[in-house]
């Protein structure tokens, strides 16, 4: 067992190994990350005065959207009384906000920190370093007000509603089965680079979901949109990031690294059914598992999120041709959630 904290020994630098990019991020041009990082100080939700989630919260609505659960129009669900459906929403919201929680603390800072730590030769520079650190502090801060939505609705609902009870998220499952089976640092690296790039430049249009759905929880409307204000940004970094880092990269690892962005996409535009089946079983609904069946068997397996902003990277990139992804299955809205 490492000592509480020591940098864990899989991501540790080491610059007489493989290099992953050599041409310094600080010779190129990017006025994108330049921008972000000079105006965090006025745009960034950390920044601002927190809303009073306690006020706004409403006992009488649902905690999360009906209309984007995939068994939404299924007879089991439309048959609940409004109580059970309730309590199957709430699950929903709860679920959602512990996986904020471990994509924001396992993937996406963790992938910041090893571009600071030096992982990347070719990524750095004042700029971006700076852009990478405010953007940390941004996570972080997520997660706190997704922790703190989480004891808002226990309060209110006075129910434990315990994130014990979820499986690990499907996403961060994924993520840390290939990690675990990756034989070289480098491919550890760039499976944790691939997918923070792909929650970043996703999770806004999730987010967005949320945000603009009518008759659900204000609170967690509001912390949608603020939420939402940020990922925008990053989702800007993640996407310029990965169009200086993969010219750099050498063949193998250029292949390696779309390959293991095709495994985060399949990951994260993935209904986690395995999370439903126990939300089934959490609220007690006689005929859930035979509707999840029902739904999964009737192609509904993606959350069809908005992925325009890393096709338009893939495009710029030129790699298109080498994305194994079947983009029919998600949107592609063309509206960017990504600042150019």
């Known amino acids: 067992m490492d000592e509480p904290g020591t940098l864990d020994e899989r ?4 610059r007489e190994e493989d290099s992953l990019g050599e041409i310094l991020f600080a010779d190129v041009e990017n006025p994108v990350i330049q921008r972000l990082a000079l105006n965090w100080q006025r745009r960034a939700t950390v920044k601002r005065d927190d809303p009073a989630l306690l006020d706004i919260f409403d006992v009488e609505a649902f905690d999360y959207p009906e209309d984007i659960i995939p068994f939404a129009d299924h007879p089991t669900y439309l048959g609940l009384s409004p109580e059970q459906r309730g309590e199957i929403l709430t699950w929903a919201m709860i679920a959602l906000n512990r996986n904020t929680e471990f994509s924001e603390q396992n993937v996406v800072n963790p992938a910041f920190a090893l571009i600071l730590q030096g992982e990347f030769p070719g990524l750095r520079g004042e700029a971006l370093e700076l852009s990478l650190l405010q953007a940390m502090v941004d996570e972080q801060y997520h997660i706190l007000m997704h922790r703190v939505a989480s004891y808002v609705t226990r309060t209110k609902r006075r129910r434990p509603y315990r994130d ?3 499986p690990l998220p499907h996403y961060s499952r994924v993520h840390l089965d290939l990690t675990g089976r990756a034989v070289e640092r480098w491919q550890r690296s760039l499976l944790t680079i691939a997918f923070a790039t792909t929650t970043e430049l996703s999770i806004g249009a999730y987010l967005q979901l949320l945000a603009g759905a009518d008759g659900f929880q204000p609170m967690n409307m509001a912390l949608a949109k603020l939420h939402r204000h ?3 940004c990053h989702g800007s970094i993640n996407g ?15 292949s390696f690294l779309l390959r293991a962005l095709v495994h985060a996409l399949e990951a994260y535009s993935a209904n986690d059914y395995r999370t439903w089946e126990t939300i089934m079983r959490l609220t007690g609904v006689e005929g859930g598992d035979e509707m999840l069946r029902n739904c999964r068997e009737s192609g509904r ?13 893939f495009e ?3 790699v298109l041709d080498e ?3 079947d983009w029919s299955s998600v949107k592609l809205s ?7």
Not at 11 to 14: D, S
Not at 334 to 340: A, E, F, I, T
Request: charged share 25%.
């Open 334 to 340: 063309g509206d960017l959630p990504y600042l150019l």
């Open 11 to 14: 991501f540790a630098t080491n």
């Open 316 to 318: 710029e990139l030129d």
């Open 301 to 313: 397996s993606a959350l069809l999120r908005d992925y325009s902003g890393l096709h338009r990277v």
């Open 230 to 232: 940020d990922e925008t």
């Open 323 to 325: 994305i194994d992804f």
């Open 164 to 166: 014990s009870d979820l």
């Open 240 to 254: 310029e990031l990965l169009k200086v880092l993969y010219p750099q990269l050498s063949k193998e690892q250029g």
